[in-house]
Nanobody
């Protein structure tokens, strides 16, 4: 089992910045990637950014150039630096850890990000 805990959400004005953290613990040896997703009210959950154990990153088009995903040297914590925030970035942000063979996805409880205009 893998436990995933997010932190760092909050209320920020448009144009501001926030940094989210996601810590994985437990059986972390075979984690392949960690991802940030978000879900706004009335909308489907969407991928925001991801990073593999090889360091490959991926971003949603809507956040490219504004958000950056990174991880610590122990590869147990990932961060999402969010700059130039917009009201449409308001959502609950969820982190997950992904294992392959067999595929397992472990989700955190989410953290609220609210961007005021």
């Amino acid at each position: 089992q893998v436990q995933v805990v997010e932190s760092g959400g909050g209320l920020v004005q448009a144009g501001g910045s926030l940094r989210l953290s996601c810590a994985a613990s437990g059986s972390i040896v075979s984690i392949y990637s960690m991802e940030w997703h978000r879900q706004a009210p009335g909308k489907q959950r969407e991928l925001v950014a991801g990073i593999t154990n090889g360091g490959t990153t991926t971003y949603a088009d809507s956040v490219k150039g504004r958000f950056a995903i990174s991880r610590d040297n122990a590869e147990t914590t990932v961060y999402l630096q969010m700059n130039s925030l917009k009201p449409e970035d308001t959502a609950v942000y969820y982190c997950n850890a992904v294992k392959r063979f067999p595929r397992r996805v472990y989700w955190g409880q989410g953290t609220q990000v609210t961007v005021s205009s």
